[in-house]
């Protein structure tokens, strides 16, 4: 069968592989619709970070890897022992691989996983092809109301959902929030904030068509950090406060300045980017001014 395969920084192939078979507790789909994330991207150009180099302590799995993370498809077949799903379901995929043993799963945090993978990243399979073998636990049945195309967009929705869950939202109708990068995931939390009934959302971002994309979706304000001075402009909704949280999805410097700047003291700023180099965080002015 066809499959997308990373072999390393700028490498990603079309490569014929064997067609999985489903062993017991596992699941085979079709893959129907798979997103682009903007981790494979980061990936690609600067990697392998995710990706293991050599064998998965949960999958075994090693370059090169299946990719694709984001995705929904339709069961083909499903192996002895599966009790839930059932061929036929449309399902959306929960990529998180872990292995269950480790200080962190022990108490439940499974997310921090001390070997946390990735389906997708970290084995060979990934919805990037003709069929994905997965454990039952992994496929998340859907109801008639969610299509395919849209199933595929959990998985990012999941990510925001998190992180705004997270963060110490106590009163929607007063609370300013600052969302530095309006790419898929920023987008995202702006959905869950409007959800929350948060009333002030202030959007960052250069690219004009994920500026208007974030007004349709519902951000008060929208900013271009650009030629407009974001934290002034913050400070100026807010009776020169700040905002309460910000939630940086930038993944660059530039940003996260903004959005440790851009809030109020006992603010709080929300991580959900990635990055590909370390950033600098001026402790001395978090202890001093922000007490974060």
């Known amino acids: 069968m066809r499959a997308v395969r990373y072999h390393g920084r700028g490498d990603i192939r079309v490569d014929q592989i064997d067609e999985p078979m489903c062993g017991d507790g596992e699941v085979k789909i079709r893959p129907a619709f798979v997103g682009i994330c903007g981790s494979d991207i980061g990936e690609y150009v600067g990697g392998p970070r995710t990706v293991p180099t050599q064998p998965h302590a949960v999958t075994g799995a090693t370059l090169p890897v299946t990719l694709g993370h984001e995705f929904s498809g339709t069961v083909e077949a499903v192996g002895t022992g599966v009790s839930r799903v059932k061929v036929g379901d449309r399902v959306a995929i929960k990529p998180n691989l872990y292995d269950g043993s480790c200080a962190s799963c022990l108490v439940g945090r499974v997310n921090s996983c001390q070997n946390l993978g990735f389906i997708g990243y970290s084995s060979n399979a990934g919805g990037l092809s003709d069929y994905v073998v997965v454990k039952e636990k992994h496929a998340i049945q859907l109801p008639d109301s969610i299509p395919l195309d849209i199933a595929a ?7 925001a959902w998190h992180a705004v869950k997270r963060s110490p939202i106590q009163n929607a109708n007063n609370e300013t929030v600052l969302i530095v990068g309006g790419g898929p995931i920023g987008l995202a939390v702006i959905q869950v904030l409007k ?18 994309f974030a007004k349709a979706l519902g951000a008060t304000q929208v900013l271009n950090p650009k030629t407009d001075d974001v934290v002034a402009k913050v400070r100026s909704m807010t009776n020169d406060a700040g905002a309460n949280i910000a939630f940086e999805c930038s993944g660059i410097q530039a940003g996260l300045d903004s959005a440790v700047a851009g809030i109020r003291a006992r603010g709080t700023v929300t991580i959900v980017s990635l990055w590909e180099e370390k950033p600098l965080i001026d402790a001395f ?8």
């Not at 967009?153 to 990510?159: C, K, M, Q, S």
């Open 285 to 292: 002015d978090l202890c001093r001014m922000r007490s974060m």
């Open 153 to 159: 967009l959990i998985e990012p929705l999941a990510v």
């Open 195 to 212: 959800r929350l009934g948060l009333k002030t959302i202030v959007v960052t971002e250069v690219s004009q068509q994920r500026q208007a």
